[in-house]
């Protein structure tokens, strides 16, 4: 299952809202289950920067069904996951990617946000995941 | 200058009109005069292997300020551009990317379309280059 | 919907059962409906240089819901698609990478083979497709 | 000498047996001793993301003749192969990559695992090498 234009479209609003409400720029990338980009969109003056940061934030929360900062703490120097970042043609570990569930729990998509401090991002994130995603990531988000 | 998102919007929307009117779903992708991705939409049912096309599309218009299917014409066995498709990290060089021009004839970024015939490709991207972009690309289309 | 491992096991076997019949020795790759690695074997004796091939021409033709061959008669010199190889990371656009189609006419993954002539190749990827697929490939083989 | 794809074929049965007892999903590689795929296999359901890490831990544990999670250890900040994960196209640094060696103490290869916690990814990796490699890494893995 993917998410639709329509839903991703939907989510890029709402989270676009959220981020002229709390005076930022933001570049908002929406990819389906497969990691895949479908929707994405840069605010005027947001940075360069954050183009490729928010569609990676959104490829990893994707690829393992939790929010980006999740991967950011357990790959610290020392810890479990140190250096999983070069995998995968890189991924972005710190806060503002976030998948996206369907009603029956299923992974259809994620949502990457970037462009002004990680709780910044991930606040614009939320406010995009949230119209279109159940409230939690549950155990078992795929299906084959 | 550089296209706006509001611009960039209205382009994505009319050229999405055109691709439904001729029964089309594309991957549309608006770059700036920089040649970075602004605003990009994927059509539900799209091939996957156009996302990657539509925005180096919009990219080698941008960056050469011509269409992408004139510099496949230089590109040719034989021609003086044979081979230009490995530079930039990969060109498009077959129709479907057209450069914006404002109406002071300056470069404010490009168009990319893929997902059918490089006839609809261009019939698309030429449906979303009108509203923003005045009708031929000047001799000289940059300044500095 | 994606290819299930078993659906994928099934496919490789029986692309290495017409392997063995024609006496050659064989990469075979198993992508799903986003063009993700499900299942991969490389023959004793098989050709390194065919691993990368194998994969590429899966991708290539669930990129596009088509074999990969029909992608390089299209690209040739001259032809409408010339130089679309330099897109995606590397399309590989001769025969060889089949679509797998699901009963209902859905895009559920597609097989790639590599590693003796362009039409043995095609031989052991059919061999492989249809046990699991239906015959064609419809004019609409995506359902988001 | 290479792993034969009845050996890799074996290891993976293993691997994936034990994934199941421990109600894991995993990526499952097999790379020959020159680090090349041999065989993979993802189950359903497991992260798209430890695709690439599974491949990634196998090249790892090939190229140094050593567990994955050892270099970890030695490439920690401050520590003598601090960065080495930049080489090679990106190496995976933690547990989940093993060295296969025959009976002869000649490295045939190495099997990366990913897909859980790093604890249970070692676990099952432990379980493929196993059934087709010695008990311990010699000094000295390479023939020539």
């Known amino acids: ?21 709390i005076k930022t720029r933001m570049c908002i990338a929406i990819v389906d289950s497969g990691g895949q980009l479908k929707r994405f969109t840069r605010m005027d003056g947001a940075w360069l920067g954050s183009i490729d940061i928010s569609i990676k934030k959104a490829k990893t929360a994707c690829s393992f069904g939790m929010n980006s900062g999740q991967i ?33 729990g299923v992974l259809i998509g994620a949502i990457g946000v970037s462009g002004s401090s990680v709780e910044n991002d991930q606040l614009v994130a939320q406010a995009g995941a949230e119209v279109i995603s159940i409230a939690d990531v549950p155990d078992d988000p795929w299906r084959t």
């Open 72 to 104: 950011g703490e357990l790959s610290q120097p020392g810890g479990p996951l140190y250096g999983i970042e070069h995998s995968n043609n890189g991924l972005i570990t710190f806060p503002g990617g976030i998948p996206i569930i369907d009603s029956e």
């Open 1 to 21: 299952m993917h998410v639709t234009i329509d839903e991703a479209e939907r989510a890029i609003v709402a989270a676009t809202n959220k981020a002229k409400e």
